[in-house]
């Protein structure tokens, strides 16, 4: 629930008022300037803003709509430098039955003022609604309830569980009473087929179908009757309307004949009723199977942790544990949450969390994930995130947002189904019309009509889509694939071109110092600490190289530098100051120092500042040559030209993985291209060893990102790999962005897929599983549509009874859902 002290949900009243709320506010003056604003907008008569409570009422002119201000009015808070706050919800809700009751939510949810868009999966049952910060749940879930259904709230621990499901769901008992209580009706018209009469007393066939029709089929009157009350129609108003023509047919016979009359259907109801119920049941069922992986991934937490506090060790829930507390975990338990290794070193199995098959070694100062499992060593930990912020939690919020979104090919059936219902009601007066008018029998036309009105069940059009995303992108979870959102797993498919970057993509990301020169005139020791203090807060590779060397040969005392920047694509630039020059210079103690600026970075960069490299350019060539990546280091006085001071050469070794991922992707038909900010001859000797199509090296950030769309411009469908905050751009530039899952929360976010342990191989399944799935969509929108085209038409033709409509009915969604299922299966192409 909503606890916040906004002000309650932005409503618009039958005054024409809209409540709004805005951040950012500090003063009188804030106050003005955001009415000025607001007042200064077409449709709008009246605006007061509160600072108190940091909410802006906006009374509207007669006839104007809150929705369509809602954008302009959020643009004139902004205009005058503040923001409307929005949320997201995710809603669980229940008693959806096809795809018309999931165009009837989506539009109750976009009515209420102040909703931004609503998005509703009829697989998973779940709604995700994106509005202004002050509208509370409860106003969601009144206007779900208004719809004819219901919701209740959803958070991070709930996101995954089985819908809370209604009684007829959430057991068979239901289903079995039915067709315990059908079968007397249907077993007679199986004895026809032997010339035997079995035929029951009319009133007992009244007695036997009247609860079925209206206590077991309650629901389809109760929600066919709210599809109504919307001016809409679903599955449940079609099986409604048809099998009461059905029960109600039968009974005016049975009071114009008496009890032993014929042309009863009492059967065709409740055998009708029996079937969707049994449909529906199946369905639910398989439901629960999609969401198989969300349930394998939360079913990682343990429930408690060894906690050492005050020096004893005590076992408590998950909920108390905080921020660097001390866990003990032995060998064989799970790892409570994240976490950092104290004391201790074990193996540590994170393969269902990471995908990867092969325990990963822990040593003190390495970090663990909540969920996997420790090994053979007895750890000692301090937890490092929790709840939400939790590596588990972050992957479950992925995983259920892929979910829930629709794919771009959902748009078409959601257009399809929105006028599906309308146009089967039509077909099916047209068919009562027909067979009365032509042939006078208007008790058979009554029939005919009935099936057409059962077979037309839209519920596998609304389940097509949704089911087999939910697979996938299941499947791919558990691979160590995470899909972000449902258009990156459909558009991977259609990649023919991936860009990787080089390092931590291609390569292991863990470069070495394996080679340092100083120029002639200038001290090692000093120039290699002058490397170190220069790279002292940075995180990058490169910097914990050449720190690492610094330690390796026994350089401790770094200089004291100032104002150090970065200098993106380029290297990095501090100052020396004279004291601290001075302090260090024991040759010439007398001799007076100036502040020295120290340069550290790419050949590109030495040249743009002009410094001559000739000292030390024949052996940078050769190092080159071999596939090094080469750095400078400069050094200037206040006014002088920067002279070379030392040559620095790292070496990154290829992943094992990489050269298979290229092979791969060229037997799937994709070419590679290789994007570095690396020299030219140290890209060019990786992309040799990996067989790589393409290389283009000595870029910038920002060239990435222009190549990218250079490529996507020549009609080329890009996917893009990368690790760094350098290669957000491009990933966000491109088709479809994969980011490795060691790299940064920025290219994660950036990302339309996220590869949880590096693996480079991951492209190439990425890409078959995108196919497969898509694959499992038009499959399903084939069968979906295949029945109604097949089926509406026989049954208009009187060429099936409601029994074997609804039997064919109920299949066609279990069909739908079973073939979606198939897709756990996939194995990734090797």
């Given at each position: ?389 939790s590596t588990l939690s972050r992957i479950v919020r992925l995983v ?239 006014g002088a030209v920067p002279r070379v001071q030392a040559l620095l ?41 990996l067989g790589l199509d393409e290389v283009r090296a000595e870029l ?131």
């Amino acid at each position: 629930m909503n606890t916040s002290n906004t002000p309650s949900t932005a409503a618009q009243d039958s005054m024409g008022e809209l409540v709004l709320p805005v951040e950012g506010m500090t003063c009188a003056s804030c106050v003005a300037r955001v009415e000025k604003r607001l007042a200064g907008v077409p449709g709008v008569q009246r605006a007061e803003v509160n600072l108190a409570t940091e909410s802006a009422r906006v009374l509207l002119a007669p006839g104007q709509s809150a929705s369509a201000l809602l954008d302009p009015l959020r643009d004139a808070v902004a205009r005058a430098g503040y923001q409307v706050p929005e949320r997201e919800w995710r809603l669980r809700v229940s008693g959806m039955t096809c795809a018309s009751c999931v165009n009837r939510v989506e539009r109750a949810l976009k009515k209420l003022p102040g909703v931004r868009a609503a998005e509703v999966n009829l697989a998973s049952e779940t709604a995700t609604v994106r509005a202004l910060a002050s509208v509370e749940v409860d106003a969601l879930i009144a206007a779900v309830a208004q719809a004819g259904y219901q919701a209740a709230p959803l958070d991070d621990e709930d996101g995954g569980a089985p819908p809370a499901a209604l009684p007829w769901q959430a057991s068979g008992w239901p289903v079995l009473l039915a067709a315990l209580l059908s079968l007397p009706l249907a077993l007679p018209m199986v004895g026809l087929l032997w010339g035997e009469h079995w035929m029951l007393d009319g009133w007992w066939q009244l007695l036997l179908a009247t609860p079925v029709q209206f206590w077991l089929g309650g629901r389809f009157y109760r929600a066919g009757w709210a599809a109504l009350k919307d001016r809409s129609g679903n599955m449940d108003l079609l099986v409604a309307l048809g099998t009461s023509a059905a029960y109600g047919l039968s009974v005016y016979e049975l009071l114009r004949e008496g009890g032993m009359s014929h042309a009863l259907y009492f059967e065709s109801a409740a055998v009708v009723i029996t079937l969707v119920l049994l449909g529906k049941w199946l369905e639910a069922r398989a439901k629960r199977q999609t969401l198989s992986a969300i349930q394998a991934l939360k079913a990682l937490r343990p429930e408690t942790a060894r906690v050492l506090r005050d020096g004893q060790e005590l076992e408590l829930p998950l909920a108390q544990l905080r921020l660097r507390d001390r866990l003990l975990v032995r060998p064989g338990e799970r790892i409570p949450a994240d976490a950092r290794v104290l004391e201790g070193s074990s193996q540590v199995d994170e393969s269902l969390i990471s995908g990867e098959s092969l325990p990963v070694a822990k040593n003190p100062g390495d970090l663990v994930i909540g969920g996997a499992v420790n090994g053979e060593g007895l750890l000692t930990l301090e937890v490092r995130a929790l709840g939400a912020e939790s590596t588990l939690s972050r992957i479950v919020r992925l995983v259920e947002s892929a979910q829930a979104q629709k794919a771009p090919i959902q748009r078409l059936v959601d257009q399809v189904s929105a006028v599906f219902v309308p146009v089967v009601l039509v077909i099916a007066l047209a068919t009562l019309l027909a067979w009365g008018l032509m042939s006078g029998d208007w008790e058979r036309a009554l029939i005919h009509a009935v099936a057409v009105l059962v077979i037309a069940c839209p519920c596998a059009l609304g389940l097509a889509t949704p089911a087999a995303i939910m697979v996938g992108t299941g499947v791919a979870a558990r691979r160590g694939l995470l899909i972000k959102d449902a258009q990156a797993l459909e558009l991977a498919r259609q990649v023919d071109l991936v860009v990787f970057d080089k390092t931590g993509t291609l390569t292991e990301g863990k470069p070495t110092l394996q080679h340092f020169s100083a120029a002639p005139g200038v001290d090692a020791g000093e120039a290699l600490a002058h490397c170190a203090a220069l790279q002292a807060g940075s995180e990058h590779p490169l910097a914990r190289a050449v720190r690492d060397e610094a330690a390796k040969r026994g350089v401790q005392a770094l200089p004291a530098l100032a104002d150090a920047r970065a200098l993106a694509g380029r290297g990095v630039q501090a100052r020396r100051p004279a004291a601290e020059a001075q302090a260090a210079a024991s040759s010439a103690p007398q001799q007076a120092l100036q502040d020295l600026t120290l340069m550290l970075g790419s050949s590109r960069w030495m040249a743009e500042l002009g410094v001559d490299l000739a000292p030390l350019q024949a052996r940078a060539d050769a190092l080159q040559a071999e596939g090094h990546t080469v750095s400078w280091l400069a050094a200037a006085e206040a006014g002088a030209v920067p002279r070379v001071q030392a040559l620095l050469a790292f070496g990154d070794r290829a992943k094992p993985q990489s050269a298979e991922a290229v092979a791969a992707l060229k037997h799937m038909g994709v070419r590679t291209l290789m994007l570095s900010g690396d020299n030219a001859r140290a890209a060019a000797a990786v992309a040799t060893q990996l067989g790589l199509d393409e290389v283009r090296a000595e870029l910038l950030p920002e060239d990435k990102a222009r190549i990218v769309a250079e490529l996507r411009a020549e009609g080329r469908r890009v996917a893009m790999v990368g690790d760094g905050i350098n290669d957000a751009p491009a990933l966000a530039a491109a088709d479809v962005g994969m980011a490795m899952g060691g790299g940064t929360d920025v290219a994660m976010e950036a990302a339309g897929i996220t590869l949880m342990h590096g693996d480079p191989r991951l492209v190439a399944e990425a890409i078959a599983l995108s196919r497969a799935t898509v694959r499992k969509i038009r499959q399903n929108l084939f069968w979906a549509f295949f029945y109604n085209l097949l089926g509406v038409p026989a049954a208009a033709l009187g060429l099936l009874s409601p029994v074997i409509a609804g039997a064919a009915m109920a299949l066609s969604s279990v069909s739908v859902l079973g073939n979606a299922l198939l897709l756990k299966r996939w194995r990734a192409p090797r």
